[in-house]
């Protein structure tokens, strides 16, 4: 299987073909193409160039999270930490341990409790600011959690002078699940 950071363009047809008017041959092509033998002799797949980038993070503040959201990039700072579960597994010849803690985090615009898991642990010191990336919003007893999971990113990074807005807790809010009918 081949993987390519550019955008493909790709025309299977045999070599020189007549496709809704247009003929291709391989010297009409101004694009790079490789030639696919495992499939068929004459099939062609052309590599159309694009602007390959990522795009910029934009950047979430705690007050701005809502119940079911997904894919937020946070610069918090780490209020404190509780150890919830540690729990070892000797079942194999190097025994892993499953790791939980809570940790409260926030910016200046509130706080929200962090569900940190296994090595997220490690570097959710007190007093340190960390960056979460592709971070979602999870639901454990009717209050909002933050967690990082496989596809997201804790990154610590340099301490900002951030001043945590502790009166606004949004882990403290209780939400429900109503279901609505409409008539």
Request: net charge positive; charged share 25%.
């Amino acid at each position: 299987m081949l993987a390519y950071k550019k955008t493909c363009l790709r025309i299977i047809a045999p070599s020189s073909t007549d496709l809704d008017g247009y003929t291709f041959s391989s010297s009409d092509l101004l694009f790079d193409f490789i030639t696919s033998t495992s499939v068929q002799q004459s099939r062609v797949l052309i590599m159309a160039e694009s602007k390959s980038g990522l795009r910029k993070p934009v950047f979430t503040k705690v007050d701005q999270l809502r119940p079911g959201t997904t894919g937020h990039t946070l610069t918090v700072k780490v209020v404190n930490t509780k150890m919830v579960l540690q729990k070892g597994r000797p079942d194999g010849p190097q025994p892993r341990q499953m790791r939980i803690a809570e940790c409260l985090v926030g910016d200046e615009t509130g706080m929200i409790i962090f569900t940190a898991r296994n090595d997220q642990v490690d570097l959710m010191k007190e007093g340190t600011t960390v960056i979460l990336r592709n971070a979602k919003i999870d639901m454990f007893k009717g209050s909002m959690r933050l967690a990082v999971d496989k596809w997201g990113r804790v990154e610590v990074t340099e301490p900002a002078s951030v001043t945590v807005k502790e009166d606004n807790n949004l882990s403290l809010i209780e939400y429900e699940l109503v279901n609505v009918v409409v008539e």
